[in-house]
């Protein structure tokens, strides 16, 4: 049966999918228009850009749909607060914000009009951000690519935050890499969306170098690991030598830091660096996040097909009404 729509203060995803932000140019307006004009959530991902860099995107992206776009902040961004100002002169609809906790953020929301999504992975977190203000909440799990905030499953952490998260939707993020697991998340869980990642880096519209796909398609499970990030919280990537050496022990620091980036950095090595190396094809010497789940997905597809195979796998076994339910 069709699955509901996604409302997030007003704006209406026909189909609940946000599409996850990726900084450093991997989710841009080439991946965020194709997503909201299927009916999903485009996310540019807003933390590692110039601000200005970032407005102009915001602002192509917008011109050219009528689907809902959000940016994605992180809170570590030294930037943050001119990146959260220049998205929303752009005409943003939403910001996405995770990897540290601000109050501030709910302040700007309301004087400016625009809705806070908060990535989460505790209830705590979960029913404070619903206390400040948030218009949704994303529970992000272990299995997510990128900084991770939890070592556990999402089927074990969903439940607590459902539990407690009841006024705004709440969304679904870390390994989904198809339809069956997204209507699972909806049906059983409660969830009223998902967010997905990875699956978006396999598609022909995002746009980063050929190796970087090629480098998702050959990972086997054990390829995809667990690696430190200067940002102070563990990362999920691929196993690739830079991140080999790191894990060794190995100096991978940069020299020439120009310490603009990370409102903390431990300089273990420069994450801005690194992740534009593999955005840009070297995946020896970059770090190329990842979803835990990468290894199972083995095709990369238009934006549309993946949304036209999810809907169709999604809708084959949702049924709804068994929503939210203390007892599963
Ligand atoms: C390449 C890559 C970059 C990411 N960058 C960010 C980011 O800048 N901010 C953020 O909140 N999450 C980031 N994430 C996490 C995703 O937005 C998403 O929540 C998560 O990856 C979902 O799991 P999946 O990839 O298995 O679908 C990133 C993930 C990947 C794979």
Same mark, same amino acid.
């Given at each position: 049966?069709?699955?509901?729509?996604?409302?997030?203060?007003?704006?209406?995803?026909?189909?609940?999918?946000?599409?996850?932000?990726?900084?450093?140019?991997?989710?841009?307006?080439?991946?965020?228009?194709?997503?909201?004009?299927?009916?999903?959530?485009?996310?540019?991902?807003?933390?590692?850009?110039?601000?200005?860099?970032?407005?102009?995107?915001?602002?192509?992206?917008?011109?050219?749909?009528?689907?809902?776009?959000?940016?994605?902040?992180?809170?570590?961004?030294?930037?943050?607060?001119?990146?959260?100002?220049?998205?929303?002169?752009?005409?943003?609809?939403?910001?996405?914000?995770?990897?540290?906790?601000?109050?501030?953020?709910?302040?700007?929301?309301?004087?400016?009009?625009? =809705?806070? %999504?908060?990535?989460?992975?505790?209830?705590? &977190?979960?029913?404070?951000? /619903?206390? +400040?203000?948030? *218009?949704?909440?994303?529970?992000?799990?272990?299995?997510?690519?990128?900084?991770?905030?939890?070592?556990?499953?999402?089927?074990?952490?969903?439940?607590?935050?459902?539990?407690?998260?009841?006024?705004?939707?709440?969304?679904?993020?870390?390994?989904?890499?198809?339809?069956?697991?997204?209507?699972?998340?909806?049906?059983?869980?409660?969830?009223?969306?998902?967010?997905?990642?990875?699956?978006?880096?396999?598609?022909?519209?995002?746009?980063?170098?050929?190796?970087?796909?090629?480098?998702?398609?050959?990972?086997?499970?054990?390829?995809?690991?667990?690696?430190?990030?200067?940002?102070?919280?563990?990362?999920?990537?691929?196993?690739?030598?830079?991140?080999?050496?790191?894990?060794?022990?190995?100096?991978?620091?940069?020299?020439?830091? =120009?310490? %603009?980036?990370?409102?903390?950095?431990?300089? &273990?090595?420069?994450?801005? /660096?690194? +992740?534009?190396? *593999?955005?840009?094809?070297?995946?020896?010497?970059?770090?190329?996040?990842?979803?835990?789940?990468?290894?199972?997905?083995?095709?990369?597809?238009?934006?549309?097909?993946?949304?036209?195979?999810?809907?169709?796998?999604?809708?084959?076994?949702?049924?709804?009404?068994?929503?939210?339910?203390?007892?599963?």
């Amino acid at each position: 049966m069709k699955l509901p729509s996604l409302n997030i203060a007003g704006f209406k995803a026909t189909f609940p999918l946000i599409q996850g932000g990726m900084s450093i140019r991997v989710s841009t307006s080439a991946l965020a228009i194709p997503v909201a004009n299927c009916g999903g959530i485009g996310v540019i991902g807003g933390s590692g850009l110039p601000p200005e860099e970032l407005h102009d995107d915001i602002k192509k992206a917008k011109a050219a749909t009528d689907g809902v776009v959000a940016v994605n902040i992180m809170y570590a961004m030294k930037d943050f607060y001119q990146l959260v100002m220049s998205s929303i002169d752009a005409g943003i609809d939403m910001i996405i914000t995770g990897a540290g906790f601000s109050r501030d953020i709910f302040k700007i929301g309301r004087e400016h009009n625009i =809705p806070i %999504v908060m990535i989460v992975s505790s209830a705590a &977190l979960a029913k404070l951000s /619903e206390k +400040l203000g948030a *218009a949704a909440v994303i529970v992000e799990s272990k299995e997510a690519g990128g900084h991770l905030g939890t070592d556990k499953p999402l089927r074990e952490i969903f439940p607590p935050v459902r539990e407690v998260v009841r006024n705004i939707p709440l969304i679904a993020a870390g390994g989904i890499t198809n339809g069956f697991e997204m209507a699972e998340m909806m049906d059983k869980y409660g969830a009223d969306g998902v967010q997905i990642a990875s699956r978006f880096v396999l598609s022909e519209e995002c746009d980063i170098a050929d190796e970087f796909k090629q480098a998702y398609l050959n990972a086997k499970k054990e390829d995809i690991v667990l690696t430190s990030s200067p940002v102070g919280m563990p990362g999920r990537a691929l196993n690739n030598p830079f991140v080999k050496a790191m894990n060794a022990g190995e100096d991978v620091s940069t020299k020439k830091c =120009p310490q %603009v980036c990370l409102k903390k950095c431990d300089h &273990l090595y420069c994450i801005t /660096e690194r +992740l534009n190396m *593999a955005r840009e094809g070297n995946i020896q010497e970059g770090l190329i996040f990842s979803g835990e789940n990468t290894y199972k997905m083995k095709e990369i597809l238009p934006v549309a097909e993946i949304f036209r195979q999810f809907k169709e796998q999604a809708e084959s076994m949702y049924k709804e009404g068994r929503g939210f339910s203390p007892s599963f």
